[in-house]
């Protein structure tokens, strides 16, 4: 044989592996295909096409094991227990570009499906690689590697602590000021994940400067990054009155506010979010939101939307009004309850009639002034049909129960009170008919009071 026809060989081999990882990663696309797949022994034959020769089989037979470990958890055991994980690291730090991210793709494909899964990518070094494709010069590299170690520092502290150790959060950091918004986007959602666990965390992404940077990209016009950077502030505002403090330091009000009225639906849940997380802490960080206009914002916007975009905006208004009569007043003065018994009554949803009733208790609970502004919505008669309904879920009776009494308890509003005559069970009833002597027989009541006793409230 001539020298010719013996290279000839080696090149239709080449081209038949290349046409082989091509086919694979093509089919690998449709769900249909996963399980013919899977059950013809792809993965084993893919595993030594990562080390070929050939750069393009290696990137290839790399992009067809991701999307393969993407489709179920199954698949992505398989790449672990098929040691397929510390080739990809090794190669990681050594390829170019291309493969790194496919690479990145793989161990955020394994990484994504359980925390067992992540931590088999964290026990083979790979956070370490991963880190330091966050320097890369290719965007796209940075990007991936930001994804995945986002994808395993969403499962839990102990993982997401790992991420920091490996000194993910500085670079994470740098990478949400470079002009790529999908990186910013990828960026931003990883701080989001690391930050989500507990203070420590939260602080550590505090420490690295990273709220400064998130809270200039809140008017940013892309919805995808806002919806990631609202989430990212609201995920360390959440755990403790210092560090709502120092989200609300970096200028946030009024211009988060602007987010309740964008179009995208995701921005407004997560302005909303944001708001109800810094609000919840104490009445001093409430009256705050208040002053900025953040109680009338968070009504309109409850006003504009539906499902579960309005259930932040609603339990915001609860816990404003659960502060203080003065902050009660405030989300009555912006017509929050008129709002909230729209969603009481029109949600499909029980969970966000719940927390509707819950935020109508917190306003109603305070004076018989503000009793009477929940009554007069007629409010009272449809906490009780939801209290009464066998199809209602047990945290919807629950917290309609509540609600009732604590409105009933400070209610002095007699035609509100009238229905409940007829149509509440005793255990309601009671507080009903404690709450007429109170206004027909003032004078057993301040008797009782002055006696030191309690007020009967039954005949």
């Not at 990145?104 to 499906?113: C, D, E, P």
């Not at 994804?147 to 993910?168: K, T």
């Not at 018989?368 to 049909?385: G, I, Y």
């Amino acid at each position: 044989m001539s020298q010719r026809q013996v290279l000839q060989v080696f090149e239709q081999y080449q081209k038949a592996r290349t046409q082989f990882v091509q086919m694979v990663a093509e089919l690998a696309t449709r769900p249909q295909n996963i399980e013919t797949l899977q059950n013809a022994g792809v993965m084993s034959l893919l595993r030594p096409l990562l080390l070929d020769v050939v750069p393009t089989i290696q990137q290839t037979a790399a992009l067809a094991l991701g999307r393969l470990a993407n489709y179920n958890d199954d698949l992505a055991e398989a790449v672990v227990k098929g040691d397929i994980l510390p080739q990809l690291v090794y190669s990681l730090a050594e390829q170019n570009r291309f493969y790194k991210k496919a690479a990145a793709f793989v161990l955020r494909a394994v990484g994504k499906h359980s925390p067992q899964l992540a931590q088999a990518i964290v026990d083979c070094g790979a956070l370490d690689t991963l880190v330091i494709c966050l320097e890369d010069f290719d965007p796209g590299v940075k990007e991936a590697a930001a994804w995945a170690l986002g994808y395993i520092a969403r499962h839990n502290a102990e993982l997401s602590q790992a991420v920091v150790d490996a000194g993910a959060v500085p670079l994470l950091v740098l990478c949400i000021q470079e002009p790529e918004i999908a990186l910013k986007r990828i960026a931003a959602s990883a701080l989001s994940d690391i930050a989500k666990h507990s203070p420590e965390l939260a602080q550590t992404v505090v420490d690295a400067g990273a709220v400064a940077h998130l809270a200039q990209m809140i008017l940013n016009p892309d919805a995808k990054l806002k919806h990631q950077v609202l989430s990212a502030l609201s995920q360390v505002a959440k755990h403790s009155v210092d560090l709502a403090e120092m989200v609300v330091e970096a200028e946030i009000f009024p211009v988060v506010l602007t987010c309740l009225k964008d179009k995208d639906e995701y921005v407004k849940k997560n302005a909303c979010t944001l708001i109800r997380e810094i609000a919840k802490h104490t009445p001093e960080l409430s009256q705050l939101v208040v002053n900025a206009g953040g109680a009338a914002a968070v009504i309109d916007c409850i006003g504009s939307c539906k499902g579960n975009t309005r259930l932040p905006g609603i339990m915001m208004l609860g816990y404003v009004a659960a502060h203080s009569e003065n902050l009660a007043m405030a989300v009555i003065i912006s017509k929050g309850v008129p709002q909230l018994s729209v969603c009481l009554s029109e949600e499909p949803e029980d969970h966000i009639k719940a927390a509707a009733a819950w935020a109508l208790g917190q306003i109603g609970r305070h004076t018989p002034e503000h009793a009477r502004a929940v009554a007069v919505t007629n409010t009272l008669p449809v906490l009780l049909s939801l209290y009464m309904s066998t199809e209602s879920s047990e945290d919807l009776q629950v917290k309609s129960k509540k609600a009732i009494k604590n409105i009933l308890q400070k209610c002095t509003y007699l035609p509100a009170l009238e229905p409940f005559l007829y149509d509440a069970p005793p255990n309601i009833l009671k507080h009903v008919v404690g709450q007429f002597s109170k206004v027909l027989f003032p004078w057993i009541f301040r008797y009782s009071s002055a006696e030191g006793g309690q007020l009967s409230t039954t005949y």
